[in-house]
């Protein structure tokens, strides 16, 4: 999800395999929409003033038990967010994961098939505060 990217329009957008950005849908009102995200916690939380949410989801159908879909599920999906996580710091963003989501509106908006399933949301922007490397000799 886009909320202010320069040069794109706030959205949902998908990722394919092949690398290109779809837009799914466009956003009108960006704090409303972000509203309707959370399931609390909005009078805490303005997800709007992050130019980025990352969404993973899964894949529930499949030959794998659930077990096995819940466990590689989790462990692929951490391994994408740790390498969005460290390509994004290197522009100096911060990036958060957050749970407090509504599951089915998001489906909803994201138009997933009715066998994906979220399972990891990734906040990106812009913090007031830095990382230094310690260097000891």
């Known amino acids: 999800m886009v909320n202010s ?3 794109i329009k706030p959205g949902y957008y998908e990722i394919k395999e092949d690398g290109k950005i779809e ?3 466009y ?3 960006i704090y409303t929409e972000n509203c309707k995200i959370l399931n609390d916690s909005h009078q805490n939380i303005d997800l709007s003033s992050n130019p980025v949410l990352f969404f993973v989801s899964y894949d529930i159908s499949g030959s794998f038990s659930d077990e096995e879909k819940i466990y590689f599920s989790h462990l692929l999906s951490a391994e994408t967010i740790h390498y969005i996580s460290t390509i994004v710091s290197l522009f100096g ?4 994961p957050i749970k407090n989501f509504k599951d089915d509106y998001l489906e909803r908006a994201l138009r997933l098939d009715n066998d994906d399933r979220i399972i990891y949301v990734l906040m990106v922007g812009r ?3 830095y990382n230094y490397k310690i ?3």
């Open 127 to 129: 913090g007031n505060t």
């Open 5 to 7: 990217v320069f040069g």
């Open 27 to 29: 956003i009108d009102d």
């Open 93 to 96: 963003l911060y990036s958060r």
């Open 23 to 25: 837009n799914i849908s």
């Open 135 to 137: 260097y000891f000799s």
